[in-house]
């Protein structure tokens, strides 16, 4: 891992499409410049390259090729081998768990778990696999909720790394810091993460978030399946894995790159200019197998996150996936409500239109033409939507679940007046 001079590196390894085995893709190497800063180089194995069924860890930067990658962005890391990365809870279960004073980026690779995201894994040895860590594990469904009653009754036994890890997602550990608890959990019908609620949660979030995934299909998008469990005395929102597909010889895996990657940018302020849904929708017209059918998939997110005040819905809530050599975009997923007091102007995350981020039906259809729709197409979807948001949005959130309190609570969220206003420019 880290040596004394401040280098660091790691071998890359990938499930290919249509396996279920890790074979070594490449090496990365992490070590500081002249100046200080950390850069990033990666390199594919020739045996890799010989391989006639390779491809390439992401369609953006890491393109199947034999010469050295650089870069000093994100502290060093390749966009597609941060996607593969913890998130921040991650991060907090693993520095809490190693006890180490310092970890440098590849560490957090290293120690993280192998159900990451994506079809990537990272290991020190030249060959796969990578070793198991006794933290942060795929939990069972079933021993999952056992093990949470038990915890609530006093009767689990302690000091095992299971137990310590559904402890910490009950209970939230204040050395979390302010993460929200998350886990892959697995049952019969595959791999989900279970996203649980926190105590300062404004409304009961895994009932909204889930209703809103319903909500979402209703108008006519490709999203993650869901569904609520009960966890001890908590309602867990389970989101299936769309990067995974199990099979009697095991899971395989689709290679994922997040927006952020496809966008080339930083998930901080200074970086913010690249946030547009216009630019993704550009970039997906690059690497996509069907760039048309993705770019309006894209435009209708847009719309809907419009319509329900997500301003949550920056570049790593959205991603592309690659089951074989295609690359589409993902189904949709973190589709989550706000309510902003402002009643004229509440902004997306990223940039939708010829006024920047504002949340404004005219807004949205300023750029309709690089979404591959016209005028009158992009005005239609837009109507519809907006008309079964208003009608559906409290039936479907009531059916699923939401509370009447809870109901009141996100009223606003919906069809927000402004949505309609025209801009002052």
């Not at 280098?7 to 396996?19: D, R, S």
């Not at 005219?362 to 009158?376: D, G, I, P, V, Y």
């Amino acid at each position: 891992m880290t040596s004394e001079a401040g280098a660091a590196e790691c071998f890359v390894y990938i499930v290919l499409p249509g396996t279920s085995t890790f074979v070594t893709a490449g090496r990365f190497v992490l070590e500081p410049n002249r100046a200080g800063v950390p850069v990033g180089r990666f390199v594919y194995g020739k045996r890799y390259l010989d391989n006639p069924d390779a491809v390439p860890i992401d369609p953006v930067e890491l393109k199947l090729s034999s010469g050295t990658y650089r870069t000093a962005a994100l502290k060093g890391v390749f966009g597609a081998l941060r996607d593969a990365g913890p998130d921040y809870w991650g991060r907090r279960v693993i520095e809490k768990q190693t006890g180490l004073p310092a970890l440098g980026e590849i560490d957090y690779l290293l120690y993280s778990a192998d159900d990451r995201a994506g079809a990537l894994g990272f290991g020190l040895g030249p060959n796969p696999p990578a070793p198991r860590r006794s933290f942060n594990q795929t939990l069972d469904l079933h021993r999952l909720i056992e093990i949470a009653d038990r915890l609530i009754a006093g009767e689990a036994e302690a000091n095992t790394p299971e137990v310590n890890q559904i402890q910490d997602l009950m209970l939230i550990g204040t050395s979390m810091g302010g993460a929200r608890p998350k886990a892959v959990v697995e049952d019969a019908d595959g791999l989900w993460i279970a996203k649980f609620n926190r105590p300062d949660d404004r409304w009961n979030s895994a009932r909204v978030e889930h209703a809103m995934l319903v909500l979402a299909r209703a108008c006519g998008l490709t999203v993650s399946h869901s569904r609520v469990q009960t966890v001890g005395d908590r309602e867990v929102l389970l989101v299936k894995r769309f990067d995974r597909e199990r099979t009697d010889a095991g899971y395989l895996r689709a290679r994922m790159v997040s927006g952020l990657t496809l966008l080339r940018t930083e998930d901080t302020s200074q970086h913010r200019d690249r946030w547009s849904y216009v630019l993704l929708a550009e970039e997906l017209r690059r690497i996509s197998g069907q760039p048309k059918a993705d770019a309006i998939e894209l435009f209708r997110r847009m719309v809907f996150n419009a319509l329900i005040s997500n301003t949550d819905d920056h570049p790593r809530n959205h991603a592309a996936i690659a089951r074989d050599r295609d690359w589409r975009l993902s189904p949709a997923y973190d589709l989550t409500p706000s309510t902003p007091v402002s009643l004229e102007r509440r902004d997306l995350a990223m940039t939708c239109g010829d006024y920047g981020r504002y949340a404004n039906a005219a807004n949205l259809l300023s750029q309709c033409a690089r979404f591959h729709l016209k005028h009158e197409e992009a005005k239609a979807i837009i109507d519809t939507m907006e008309a079964q948001v208003k009608a559906t949005w409290y039936e479907t959130a009531r059916r699923e679940g939401v509370s009447e309190r809870d109901c009141e609570a996100i009223r606003t969220a919906f069809a927000y007046p402004g949505f309609r206003l025209l801009s002052d420019r």
